[in-house]
């Protein structure tokens, strides 16, 4: 299984990104998507997941209302889109896969990908 994650980059706050995380080597759909994020010296934090199999999705507090995800089941890709952008969203996004039950658990994920750094500039 390989998890495919880009569209980092540097954006001024207030601005957008829409990260992509593509996905292969196994059928995904009984598989949830998530993405988690860490910025320095801080824990690991949810961001949002979806399900593909009936693509009801969840978001951490600090996703809701600025970010969507949502999915290519032809790509077999899972799009982040950021919006609004804040200095703290700074860090690295990762995306990873597992048949979740709390999708808010990094733990329950299986696969990850490498990350892709993200950086708002305030």
């Known amino acids: 299984v390989q998890l495919q994650a880009s569209g980092g980059g540097l954006v001024q706050a207030g601005g957008s990104l829409r990260l992509s995380c593509a996905a292969s080597?196994?059928?995904?759909?009984?598989?949830?998507m998530g993405w988690f994020r860490q910025a320095p010296g801080k824990e690991r934090e949810f961001v949002a997941s979806i399900r593909w199999s009936d693509d009801s999705s969840w978001y951490g507090d600090s996703a809701k209302g600025r970010f969507t995800i949502s999915r290519d089941n032809a790509k077999n890709t899972v799009y982040l889109q950021m919006n609004n952008l804040k200095h703290e969203d700074t860090g690295v996004y990762s995306c990873?896969?597992?048949?979740?039950?709390?999708?808010?658990?990094?733990?329950?994920?299986?696969?990850w990908g490498q990350g892709t750094l993200v950086t708002v500039s305030s």
């Open positions: 080597g196994r059928s995904f759909s009984s598989y949830a």
């Open positions: 990873a896969a597992g048949p979740v039950q709390y999708l808010e658990r990094a733990t329950e994920y299986d696969f």
